[in-house]
Nanobody, 118 residues
Framework: QVQLVESGGGLVQPGGSLRLSCAAS????????MGWYRQAPGKERELVAT???????NYADSVKGRFTISRDNAKNTVYLQMNSLKPEDTAVYYC????????????WGKGTLVTISS
């Protein structure tokens, strides 16, 4: 099993910054992709950003140029640096890990709340 623990959420004013962290522990498959999804009230969960073990990253159009995903493979940790935050970024942010095997296996964190408000 794999456990994902998020941290770094909170309340910040529009235009501000936050950095989310997610530490993975347990039986982690070496080849994996980690990432962040978010779910705003009344909306479906959506992709924010993902990053492969190789470092290749992918972003939702809504966060390109504002958010940066990174990972430390030695620490099994993924980060999400969020800048120029907007009220519409308000959501619960979930850490995700996909073990690249056949079939792939998905793991989720419990989520951390990010609120953008003045």
């Amino acid at each position: 099993q794999v456990q994902l623990v998020e941290s770094g959420g909170g309340l910040v004013q529009p235009g501000g910054s936050l950095r989310l962290s997610c530490a993975a522990s347990g039986n982690i498959f070496r080849i994996n992709a980690m990432g962040w999804y978010r779910q705003a009230p009344g909306k479906e969960r959506e992709l924010v950003a993902t990053i492969a073990s190789s470092g290749s990253a992918n972003y939702a159009d809504s966060v390109k140029g504002r958010f940066t995903i990174s990972r430390d493979n030695a620490k099994n940790t993924v980060y999400l640096q969020m800048n120029s935050l907007k009220p519409e970024d308000t959501a619960v942010y979930y850490c995700h890990l996909r073990a690249i095997m056949f079939p792939p296996v998905d793991y989720w964190g419990k989520g951390t709340l990010v609120t953008i408000s003045s």
